[in-house]
């Protein structure tokens, strides 16, 4: 949740990387396109991703659930390969899992057999390294995230949050250069949220590691990153500077996610909502694929995909509005909602 003053204080505050313009990006994602075929039917389920993540570098990248963030996060892991583009990691090809690199996923696995400072050892292992020489690193990992009395229980002596936490400890105790952390706090309440989300800015702070953070919730990346990326519908629809964004959202969906955002002393009757549901990739809408829940679509974005569109120095949108920006004067309601009622 985020108070009113926070979103303030948030979108008047200068954006900042760890890197100087132009020096190369620790990771550079080109052209990417993911689409996957089964019995004879083509998912598209990313289309023309471009992003660049610098050293030391705070990223999030938030969207719904199906937008085609776990997959983008998978192929830069080099766990899963692109039907198009490119991917370099310190201007290396990525066509292989990563070693410099530590992910997080949303499910908590644990081998049941190890406590949970073995867990986290587990990585250590299968390097064919030392585990005696990242043992203190492991405690002191567990012991920030809360877990310093449990480092010899086993998983099923642990709750559901414990174990994510685990995992967490897991991916950092490497220092990686790289972390990737797929929706880390989902099962968490909101003060280990805030306790892993300082870990990761400590990690990034003490030692430059680049941080993507994939998320659906604009609340968690809104004190912690520098930049974010929003993506629908298997796409990059905006891309900004994290102050920028919440003081100058430009596309319709990333208004409908602030929007629908709590405000403490803020009186409602109730959430704003954004109406319909995001397409299947096997369905994808011509045009902005978005077109059908904005309350601002008119003929063009049903006929037309927009493309990018530069609103900003560093702050890009995928809407025609950009180009017609007027047509915000005169909001309606959404086809979507109307097919609802």
């Not at 990690?203 to 609340?219: C, E, N, R």
């Not at 299947?280 to 974005?301: K, L, Q, S, V």
Request: proline share 7%; hydrophobic share 40%.
């Amino acid at each position: 949740m985020i108070l009113d003053a926070d979103a303030a204080a948030i979108a008047g505050r200068p954006d900042v990387t760890m890197t100087a313009p132009g020096a190369r990006p620790y990771v550079d994602v080109a052209g990417v396109g993911k689409t996957y075929r089964r019995a004879g039917r083509e998912t598209h389920a990313l289309e023309s991703i471009d992003l660049a993540i610098r050293s030391g570098e705070f990223l999030a990248i938030v969207g719904p659930s199906g937008c085609g963030k776990s997959t983008l996060l998978r192929i830069v892991a080099g766990l899963v390969g692109a039907s198009r583009g490119d991917v370099r990691v310190e201007g290396a090809r990525v066509d292989r899992p990563q070693t410099n690199l530590g992910i997080v996923f949303q499910s908590p696995v644990l081998l049941d057999w190890r406590t949970a400072l073995d867990n986290v050892l587990v990585q250590v292992e299968l390097r064919s390294l030392d585990p005696k020489a990242y043992r203190d690193n492991a405690l002191r990992l567990l012991d920030q995230i809360g877990l310093k009395d449990f480092a010899d229980r086993y998983p099923y002596e642990l709750s559901g949050g414990m174990r994510q936490r685990v995992v967490i400890a897991m991916a950092l105790v490497m220092n990686p250069a790289l972390v990737i952390a797929d929706e880390p706090t989902t099962a968490l309440d909101v003060t280990i949220q805030a306790q892993i989300l300082e870990l990761l800015r400590e990690l990034q702070q003490k030692f430059g590691t680049s941080i993507l953070l994939i998320t659906h919730d604009l609340g968690v990346v809104a004190e912690t990153v520098s930049r974010v990326i929003v993506m629908y519908g298997g796409e990059i629809v905006e891309e900004a500077p994290v102050g920028e964004l919440f003081a100058r959202s430009h596309h319709p969906y990333t208004e409908g996610l602030l929007a629908a955002m709590p405000h403490v002393g803020q009186e409602r009757d109730r959430l704003a909502t954004i109406p319909g549901s995001v397409p299947p990739p096997t369905m994808w809408p011509n045009g902005c694929r978005f077109h059908d829940r904005c309350p601002y679509a008119w003929e063009r974005c049903v006929a037309e995909h927009p493309p990018l569109y530069q609103i900003g120095e560093h702050h890009i949108s995928r809407c025609h509005l950009a180009e017609e920006p007027e047509r915000r004067a005169h909001p309606h309601e959404p086809a979507a909602a109307k097919a609802g009622a």
